[in-house]
């Protein structure tokens, strides 16, 4: 979280990450990764009116922030929830799949890969 937060957005705070990493049930539960699959048809792009978020060629959204009027549909939009809404800038906290969260991952357990999610 912190690799994504400082590498793409300058900042310290996991707060600006586009991976949260969470456990997911008590003592025995496990750590569960929320970071965008990289849909070809990504349903955030396709309910964002103003054109901000667009497909990317091979998956996932790019974000024209000038674009952006910060409506946050693409947020209700995202199949896996793994968009949140950054509330000082305004705009919404996109993966950008550059893999900054595996090249840094301590435990190795991060991967990126071809996906067909949402095709």
Known sequence: MLA???TVHGDYSPVKSA???????????????????????????QACATGALTARKGGGVGLHREKCIGCKKCIDACLVGAIRFDQREGIPIICIQC?????NCPHGVLRMEVSSYAE
């Open 19 to 45: 991976i949260q990493i969470r456990s997911s049930g008590g003592l025995q539960g496990k750590f569960v990764a929320d970071i965008c699959r990289g849909c070809i048809h990504p349903p955030c792009a």
């Open 4 to 6: 994504c937060a400082r």
């Open 99 to 103: 893999g900054a969260c595996t090249k």
